[in-house]
């Protein structure tokens, strides 16, 4: 029995060297990427903006973890089908942008997305719509420049809690625990070159992308530098959660839509409550739960339109 025990992880040790080896050996080129580069203080980082560009207003669009501006090429390939404007970016390190020179915060990134919308000249009004963690990410941003904005959509989204008390400290900290560490040693298996032979995988691709978009996304899984930055974001989620709660409410005028991934059930009812009070404290409120949706295929080309549905929501209230 041991013998056989012996012999069984020796073959799981070889064939994982042996994966490793394969993933090392294989090259995967970069895409050409979609959109423009602008210098932002040295650094350069990607806008990608589709649709008319006499159309009013943008539609700015903020990826949630591990995600850049190829997560959202279904919905911007829907909004252009809409005559709809709209703009997605890179973080700094995510996707094609360069890296920062110091750890992210809510408040650099921010003050980078900040610096992009000025270099490439981009004045708004924006429609500000953000999926999963971003939910935390756009308080900072309508409390920086409130002009500017003419209504938010959270899809799927984490809003800042209303309060942090004790329990909802820890039940963050904990998930923020596990999260960091998932994502500490997804950035090492891409370093490992482990992902490589998934990339043309579903696993690469969980959302349903066009093809441009697609063929981006299947590059930063494997990407061993998109995937450290992306740990880096995630080590900082509790600090995030933090700033983001200074930032002021939204003022009760502005339209807020919530899309969320999966119907409101009963084992999902704390998760929805929590996802839907920004759109509840509005006097313009949309809710919709998307029945069969999952988190990231909410993104896809299967969903699209429902968060195109919620973003002409806003944009016809927030006039």
Same mark, same amino acid.
């Given at each position: 029995?041991?013998?056989?025990?012996?012999?069984?992880?020796?073959?799981?040790?070889?064939?994982?060297?042996?994966?490793?080896?394969?993933?090392?050996?294989?090259?995967?080129?970069?895409?050409?990427?979609?959109?423009?580069?602008?210098?932002?203080?040295?650094?350069?980082?990607?806008?990608?903006?589709?649709?008319?560009?006499?159309?009013?207003?943008?539609?700015?669009?903020?990826?949630?973890?591990?995600?850049?501006?190829?997560?959202?090429?279904?919905?911007?390939?829907?909004?252009?089908?809409?005559?709809?404007?709209?703009?997605?970016?890179?973080?700094?390190?995510?996707?094609?942008?360069?890296?920062?020179?110091?750890?992210?915060?809510?408040?650099?990134?921010?003050?980078?997305?900040?610096?992009?919308?000025?270099?490439?000249?981009?004045?708004?009004?924006?429609?500000?719509?953000?999926?999963?963690?971003?939910?935390?990410?756009?308080?900072?941003?309508?409390?920086?420049?409130?002009?500017?904005?003419?209504?938010?959509?959270?899809?799927?989204?984490?809003?800042?809690?209303?309060?942090?008390?004790?329990?909802?400290?820890?039940?963050?900290?904990?998930?923020?625990?596990?999260?960091?560490?998932?994502?500490?040693?997804?950035?090492?298996?891409?370093?490992?070159?482990?992902?490589?032979?998934?990339?043309?995988?579903?696993?690469?691709?969980?959302?349903?992308?066009?093809?441009?978009?697609?063929?981006?996304?299947?590059?930063?899984?494997?990407?061993?530098?998109?995937?450290?930055? !992306?740990?880096?974001?995630?080590?900082?989620? $509790?600090?995030?959660?933090? +700033?983001?709660? #200074? @930032?002021?409410? &939204?003022?009760? =005028?502005?339209?807020?839509?919530?899309?969320?991934?999966?119907?409101?059930?009963?084992?999902?009812?704390?998760?929805?409550?929590?996802?839907?009070?920004?759109?509840?404290?509005?006097?313009?409120?949309?809710?919709?739960?998307?029945?069969? !949706?999952?988190?990231?295929?909410?993104?896809? $080309?299967?969903?699209?339109? +429902?968060?195109? #549905? @919620?973003?002409? &929501?806003?944009? =016809?209230?927030?006039?």
């Amino acid at each position: 029995m041991l013998s056989f025990t012996v012999r069984a992880v020796s073959c799981l040790v070889l064939a994982f060297i042996a994966w490793i080896a394969v993933g090392g050996a294989m090259s995967i080129a970069a895409p050409q990427p979609r959109g423009k580069f602008y210098d932002v203080g040295g650094r350069k980082m990607r806008l990608v903006c589709e649709g008319p560009a006499a159309a009013s207003p943008t539609v700015l669009l903020e990826a949630g973890a591990f995600g850049f501006a190829a997560d959202w090429g279904a919905v911007q390939e829907a909004l252009t089908a809409e005559g709809i404007r709209s703009c997605a970016y890179d973080r700094a390190g995510m996707g094609f942008s360069d890296p920062a020179p110091t750890p992210p915060t809510g408040t650099s990134t921010e003050a980078d997305l900040e610096a992009l919308l000025d270099a490439a000249g981009e004045k708004g009004p924006f429609v500000l719509v953000g999926h999963s963690m971003a939910g935390l990410r756009m308080p900072q941003f309508t409390a920086a420049r409130p002009e500017q904005v003419r209504g938010v959509v959270f899809v799927d989204a984490s809003p800042p809690p209303p309060k942090l008390d004790n329990e909802t400290l820890e039940r963050n900290s904990r998930f923020a625990k596990r999260f960091t560490v998932m994502s500490r040693w997804a950035a090492r298996g891409a370093a490992l070159g482990l992902y490589k032979p998934l990339k043309g995988t579903r696993l690469a691709d969980k959302i349903g992308l066009p093809p441009e978009a697609s063929a981006e996304k299947r590059w930063a899984f494997a990407n061993a530098g998109h995937n450290r930055a !992306a740990a880096r974001e995630i080590a900082a989620w $509790r600090p995030l959660v933090t +700033e983001s709660m #200074k @930032a002021p409410p &939204f003022p009760k =005028e502005w339209p807020v839509a919530v899309v969320t991934a999966g119907g409101a059930t009963p084992e999902r009812a704390e998760r929805k409550k929590s996802q839907v009070g920004p759109a509840e404290r509005s006097d313009h409120g949309y809710i919709r739960h998307v029945e069969g !949706a999952g988190h990231n295929t909410l993104l896809g $080309r299967t969903y699209a339109h +429902e968060i195109v #549905k @919620a973003v002409k &929501f806003v944009m =016809e209230k927030g006039k």
